[in-house]
């Protein structure tokens, strides 16, 4: 059964920095994408980083040049370095894998800062 667990989260002021970490055990995928979602209160989840199977990332607009993600060399654990935060980061940022037809995701860690 795959697990989903993230970490990391916290509060800090505008311009300062936090790394999220997943922890991911249980798959047996050779080919799919890890990754983080986030919402923030009365808005729609949106994607923010993913990092696939090849090590390809890609990343929403408003994180590129601010936001890192990478994977350790067991694939287990994925990892979100956020710079430069802006108050609109602030949100519940959820990881997860997705595999064809098939995803998982945590319950999510959260994300605040302040102007």
């Known amino acids: 059964q795959v697990h989903v667990v993230e970490s990391g989260g916290g509060s800090v002021q505008a311009g300062g920095s936090l790394r999220l970490s997943c922890e991911v055990s249980g798959y047996t995928f050779k080919t799919y994408c890890m990754g983080w979602l986030r919402q923030a209160p009365g808005k729609e989840r949106e994607r923010v980083a993913f990092?696939?199977?090849?090590?390809?990332?890609t990343y929403a607009d408003p994180v590129k040049g601010r936001f890192t993600i990478s994977q350790d060399n067991a694939k287990t654990t994925v990892y979100l370095q956020m710079n430069s935060l802006e108050p609109e980061d602030s949100a519940m940022y959820y990881c997860g894998i997705v595999a064809g037809e098939m995803d998982y995701w945590g319950k999510g860690t959260l994300v605040t800062v302040s102007s």
């Open positions: 990092i696939d199977s090849a090590g390809r990332t």
